[in-house]
């Protein structure tokens, strides 16, 4: 475990952070991003929060999945406010 001075961050072996899943988790932005991240309302605001984007790659890892299949459907049922 590594812990960051002047800092509660502690590095483990949490499997939610292992390589692969830092690698998912990129792939997952990175999709989420190119999909949702460039939209915007007629106000030019954007239409999707950068936070629900950032949270739906999160909670997509968290849970334990190994691939982006269907990580578009996920952000569209559960995070798109309707």
Request: with cysteine.
């Amino acid at each position: 475990m590594t812990t960051y001075p002047g800092t509660e961050l502690k590095v483990t072996d949490d499997w939610r952070y292992s390589n692969p899943k830092m690698e998912l988790r990129e792939q997952s932005l990175t999709i989420l991003l190119k999909r949702f991240g460039s939209e915007l309302n007629e106000n030019g605001e954007p239409k999707y929060s950068a936070q629900s984007i950032y949270e739906c790659a999160h909670d997509w890892v968290s849970q334990g999945n190994k691939r982006t299949d269907g990580l578009v459907a996920y952000y569209k049922a559960y995070y798109i406010t309707k």
